[in-house]
């Protein structure tokens, strides 16, 4: 059965950053998937942009036209996953989708395409850190191959609370 909803997914471009801000910032406020306390600037996120663009990492988006316009649906990226040499083979991924696109498959589509353009780019490993709470995300990365490697207990605090952070791992090759 086709979806009613009619997605693109493509590489990001700079004017594309709005759209993945307006996502950040609602994760941001809204939940413990971001640790930021704050919302991010439009100025923060086009750095963000550049520098991860200019890093050799890439950058998904989910799109879909919405009253002729389109609009941001969800998002990918590969990051630094520590700044020594060592690491230069290994990525740490982010996943986000917009909150009113949710369970419609979208992350399962740029997580796939993340993963490939990962391999295009040479990388070895795939590391994901998942909040305490966001099964969701966990049993995706689970259906990609990733296994678990370890929680950190109370690593994180937001809320007034502290939460624990699920590690996962996907060796590319």
């Known amino acids: 059965m086709a979806s009613k909803f009619q997605y693109t997914y493509r590489a990001a471009k700079e004017e ?3 759209g993945i801000n307006a996502i950040v910032n609602y994760e941001v406020q809204e939940s413990v998937n971001n640790f930021n306390y704050n919302p991010r600037s439009q100025e923060d996120a086009l750095t963000w942009y550049t520098n991860t663009i200019n890093g050799g990492y890439p ?3 989910a799109t879909i036209v919405v009253d002729d316009q389109e609009v941001i649906a969800g998002y990918s990226s ?4 520590r700044q020594k040499d060592g690491y230069k083979f290994t990525a740490e991924y982010s996943l986000y989708i917009h909150h009113e696109h949710r369970r419609r ?3 399962r589509q740029l997580l796939d395409a ?3 353009e990962a391999k295009v ?3 070895h490993a795939i590391i994901g850190s998942i909040s305490e709470g966001n099964d969701a995300s966990v049993k995706l990365a689970e259906e990609f191959g990733f296994r678990i490697v370890g929680t950190m207990k109370e690593n994180g605090f937001k809320f007034n609370r502290w939460i624990d952070n699920t590690f996962v791992e996907l060796i590319l090759s």
């Open 114 to 116: 993340l993963l490939k």
């Open 78 to 81: 590969l990051g630094s996953f």
């Open 59 to 61: 950058i998904l988006v």
């Open 105 to 107: 498959g979208l992350g």
């Open 121 to 123: 780019l040479g990388f």
């Open 16 to 18: 594309d950053v709005a």
